[in-house]
């Protein structure tokens, strides 16, 4: 097995965040579906407060646009125009009008 590249150790490094920034949660959810999705990250923004910062990464595809809050490390190791892989969680089915 040949090791990842820096883009692929990237994208595993953002699959795992998602796994972790969605999974945490008080009532366990039942996913009803998930897909992995191609991003470029379109934008960069730190927010200061009082005790801490807060980091988020925009990323778009030509139809949609999604922020995620990271940690500082990803922050740091992603710049704008980096494609990365993101995996979608699905937790409710959409309701049939």
């Known amino acids: 097995m040949k090791p990842l590249n820096q883009n692929s150790m990237k994208q595993f490094i953002l699959i795992i965040l998602t796994f972790i920034l969605f999974g945490c949660s008080k009532e366990p959810k039942q996913v009803y ?3 992995i ?3 470029r990250i379109s ?3 730190e927010e200061h407060h009082k005790l801490s910062n ?3 990464i925009h990323f778009q595809t030509p139809t949609s646009t999604e922020r995620a809050e990271v940690s500082q490390s990803n922050y740091n190791k992603y710049k704008v125009g ?3 892989q993101v995996l979608i ?3 409710e089915k959409p309701k049939k009008k």
């Open 33 to 35: 579906d998930t897909e």
């Open 37 to 39: 999705k191609t991003y």
């Open 43 to 45: 934008h960069k923004e």
């Open 54 to 56: 807060a980091y988020y």
């Open 82 to 84: 980096d494609t990365i």
């Open 89 to 91: 969680k699905y937790w």
